[in-house]
């Protein structure tokens, strides 16, 4: 009975390694995809796009320029977060519904921002309502969400 | 005005980039695995905090800088569209 039990949670153990290592080879290269495909595309402008580098002397470091230093940044930071993620698995697993729920909206919130970073919406231009909207929407939402949630609780007896 | 939607929407995202950092961090290195939950004085701030302050800062750096220049383009050639002109939109 010990010995089936232990082989049980052997194959229990070994399926949980399994599909976790699966699910980190599966997001390492969706986020590798990320700076992959802006650098490629970037590679297949620049043999079509004709850029005068001789107008301005920052034009040596141009915006492309910055836009991929930027995006391989933040993509260097999504392997930190998500590192962060997966080493602090079994606690996110353990937290309370309040605060997976809070966790989740961080995710949420989390995706939101590094699209609109990656996809150039927080740019300092005129954008369409619905993304300006939408997009300071949810960073308040999720500023009074963390305000609810890490708000001191008031003294029982007062 | 410009200038200070740059600084302040910059130091916005750096702020929260580097809260989910600290805060993911924390979880992992603590014992209980909460937010303020007294174990944090066992880590080494230095160690805690440079690596994450380093790459938010170049983060934020980097984020000034490209929308101080899409802004620049913009003043001195009205027809640019930061947008439009985003490697990833060229598709």
């Known amino acids: 009975m010990k010995g089936s039990m232990t082989g049980c949670s052997w194959i229990c153990e070994y399926s949980v390694t399994l599909c976790l290592t ?17 650098l490629h595309i970037h590679l297949i402008n620049s043999r079509f796009l004709t850029v005068n580098i001789s107008n301005a002397p920052c034009q040596y470091f141009n915006s492309h320029h910055r836009e991929i ?18 080493l602090s698995f079994t606690r996110i697993v353990a937290l309370t519904p309040p605060f997976k729920f809070l966790f989740f909206v961080t995710l ?5 921002v590094m699209s ?8 300092p231009l005129a954008t369409s309502a619905v993304v300006f909207l939408s997009f300071y929407a949810i960073l308040n939402f999720y500023v009074w969400t963390l305000a609810f949630a890490y708000a001191p609780l008031g003294s029982e007896d007062g | ?59 934020w750096t ?8 899409v802004r620049m383009e913009r003043l001195g050639d009205p ?4 947008l439009n002109d985003w490697v990833l939109l060229d598709m």
């Open chain 2, 1 to 59: 005005m410009a200038i200070l939607y740059i600084f302040f929407t910059s130091t916005f995202i750096g702020t929260v980039l580097i809260f989910w950092l600290c805060v993911l961090d924390e979880m992992r290195s603590t014992d209980s695995g909460g937010v303020g939950s007294g174990d944090s004085g066992r880590r080494r701030p230095v160690v805690f905090y440079t690596p994450k302050l380093v790459l938010v800062s170049l983060i």
């Open chain 1, 69 to 86: 230093v930027l995006a391989f940044l933040l993509f260097a930071y999504c392997l930190y977060l998500f590192a962060l993620l997966v």
């Open chain 1, 22 to 38: 699966s699910h980190v080879i599966i997001a390492l290269r969706i986020l590798l995809s990320i700076p992959l495909t802006f």
């Open chain 2, 62 to 69: 980097m984020l000034m800088t490209t929308y101080a220049y």
């Open chain 1, 108 to 112: 949420f919130c989390f995706v939101a």
């Open chain 1, 116 to 123: 609109g970073l990656f996809l150039g919406y927080f740019y």
């Open chain 2, 79 to 82: 027809t640019y569209e930061g």
